[in-house]
């Protein structure tokens, strides 16, 4: 394979996935580092497929059984690996929610050239502004703030266009045994789980470049 073909890269991710978000800027980071094109395709996952649209988030901190000393902690790692790739994040203002129809939404921005972009956008309104991603009257504001048309985002959303896609992709997911996201899968052959870091994602690109 010579550097002037795409490298193709599928990322399955859930924009509530902590470890996505940490990710994503990390694979910014390798893209940028290697030398030929790379094609990123973007598919849905769902952490908490389960979850209400409202949660109260104290409650469900207690039902992990974790105590403020045990979550201090882990927000302290999580900020010190935000801060390292240069992302903000304020978790206390985080509002966890069902996030299917954020994921129909970038559904309805990847037909539109417009995924990574929402993609980005849902990250810093979950991670740094504390903004409620089940709602469908703050997605259609990301949608806009995004470039995409309201009355047709508003649409997508209300007559469920892309709920069978969003489906699909999780079932795709679960056949290839992923049961955590981020998952990656280099040109088909090469799979790599979790927030890997930048020289991982640059040692496959040369793997399955034969650079």
Not at 6 to 20: G, L
Not at 28 to 42: K, L, Q, S, Y
Not at 75 to 91: C, F, W
Request: proline share 5%.
């Amino acid at each position: 394979m010579t550097a002037s073909i795409p490298i193709r890269i599928d990322v399955w991710s859930d924009v509530q996935c902590i470890w996505c978000y940490i990710s994503s800027a990390r694979l910014r980071t390798a893209i940028a580092r290697h030398p030929g094109p790379v094609e990123i395709v973007h598919h849905s996952f769902q952490l908490s497929p389960e979850a209400p649209i409202e949660i109260d988030r104290d409650a469900q901190i207690r039902s992990h059984n974790m105590g403020s000393e045990r979550m201090q902690q882990i927000m302290k790692q999580l900020r010190q690996l935000t801060a390292e790739e240069g992302l903000p994040y304020d978790p206390d203002r985080t509002q966890p929610t069902n996030s299917h129809q954020a994921l129909e939404l970038l559904h309805h921005a990847g037909t539109l050239g417009k995924r990574a972009e929402l993609t980005q956008r849902l990250f810093e309104a979950y991670f740094v502004e504390g903004r409620h991603i089940g709602h469908t009257d703050e997605l259609l504001v990301m949608a806009e703030e995004t470039g995409l048309d309201r009355s047709a985002a508003s649409a997508a959303l209300t007559e469920q266009h892309h709920v069978a896609d969003v489906d699909a992709d999780i079932r795709q997911a679960h056949q290839l045994g992923v049961r955590g996201v981020p998952f990656y899968v280099i040109n088909n052959t090469y799979g790599l789980s979790g927030a890997q870091p930048v020289e991982q994602f640059t040692a496959a690109f040369s793997q399955v470049s034969g650079r």
